[in-house]
C-alpha cells in the first residue's frame, strides 16, 4: 500500500451502489484485455436470468428467459453503449406455513448490463415478450445514438 494515499472505503454505499461501480469497472478493464467474444454482459444484484446475445451482420439480439414476469415488471433502456435490462419477480408462493422440498425458482430483483461493442439505432430497438421470453433487437447504426427507454411489447 501507498503511505501518501489514504486508504479506499466504501462507507456509505448501498449494496447495489457498490454493485454497480463493480460492474462498470470490470466492464472497462475487460475492454483492455483480450477476450474471446467482443459482447460484455455483466450482473449487478440480485438473480441472474439466463441469456443468449447474438450478433448478425445488422442487428445485436438479445433473447432473455425471464418466465412468470409482466411486461410492466421489465425494464429495458440503453444508452447506445449499454442495455440494461432490469425488473423483479414476484414471489410465486402464496402466503402461509409450508414445507419445502424444492426451491428453486429465483424471486426478486435483477439487472443485467450488456456492453455493445458498436452503436446502434435506438430509434429502431424492438422488443417482444412471449412465452416467459424477452426478446430485444437493436440495429446497427454508424453514429452514437442518445438514451433511449422502450416499452416491453
Known sequence: ??????????????????????????????????????????????????????ETDSEFVVIMDISGMARNDIAVATDGAILRISGVRKDLIPPGKKQFHSLEIQVGPFQRLIGIPSPVDAGTLTTRYDNGLLEIRLKKAGESPGRRRVEIE
Open 1 to 54: 500500500m501507498n503511505p501518501k494515499m489514504p486508504p479506499v472505503t466504501f462507507e456509505g454505499l448501498s449494496a447495489s451502489e457498490f454493485d454497480n461501480i463493480r460492474e462498470l469497472l470490470e466492464m472497462l478493464m475487460s475492454e483492455h484485455t483480450p477476450a474471446k467474444h467482443k459482447i460484455k454482459m455483466k450482473t449487478s444484484f440480485g438473480w441472474e436470468p439466463p441469456m443468449n446475445v447474438f
